[in-house]
T-cell receptor
């Protein structure tokens, strides 16, 4: 089945130690998104790629960066994680062509910062 | 500012009851609206998507409606089951030039056996 895959599902890191979260998709969608979701809150968009074009949200901290080496993969890098960065990180994809533009989400990566 | 609101934040119902979840949005110029289900500690599962030109969409026991003039969408769940217990989120996108969603904070549903 076509899907969005996130690895790892759970990540524990130390305060200030860089961490990379991975997302891959078999849907061949050209738009990929990274969201941060804290407990009982709505997902918050960090950035998205439209094809190779990177679009950063104005309030996304500089501590968060992303790479998209090809259509299928996208990475979220947190350069110096703080305690406030502990959250669920969700990857999503959509297709710009057509009329629907539905977003499809992966299972998420739960990040713990010690 | 575009905002999406979901009330109530939490809801408990006995099994078998029909129920309606509400989603309100401030900007009527939406492109589409998507309903999701989120189980604790998991990602979002897409339930239904309504385009701005549509009034409703149905899938099994679920029916979603859209009324742009009043800025409201509802998710109707028929004959609720304990397995329907989850958080339900709505999200809308605006204009044809953007691919970003504005999310509501969700309604946490508990269906009691």
């Amino acid at each position: 089945d076509a899907m969005v895959i996130q690895n790892p599902r759970y990540q524990v890191t130390q305060f200030g130690k860089p961490v990379t979260l991975s997302c891959s998709q078999t849907l061949n969608h050209n738009v990929m998104y990274w969201y941060q979701q804290k407990s009982s809150q709505a997902p918050k968009l960090l950035f998205h790629y439209y094809d190779k074009d990177f679009n950063n949200e104005a309030d996304t901290p500089d501590n968060f960066q992303s790479r998209r080496p090809n259509t299928s993969f996208c990475f979220l890098d947190i350069r110096s994680p703080g305690l406030g960065d502990a959250a669920m990180y969700l990857c999503a994809t959509s297709r710009s062509g057509g009329t629907l533009r539905a977003q499809y989400f992966g299972p998420g990566t739960r990040l713990t910062v010690l | 500012k575009q905002e999406v609101t979901q009330i109530p934040a939490a809801l408990s119902v006995p099994e078998g009851e029909n129920l309606v979840l509400n989603c309100s949005f401030t900007d009527s110029a939406i492109y589409n609206l998507q309903w999701f289900r989120q189980d604790p500690g998991k990602g979002l599962t897409s339930l239904l998507l309504i385009q701005s030109s549509q009034r409703e969409q149905t899938s099994g026991r679920l029916n979603a409606s859209l009324d742009k003039s009043s800025g409201r969408s509802t998710l109707y769940i028929a004959a609720s089951q304990p397995g329907d217990s989850a958080t339900y989120l709505c999200a809308s996108s605006y204009t044809s030039g953007t691919y970003k969603y504005i999310f509501g904070t969700g309604t946490r549903l508990k269906v009691l056996a």
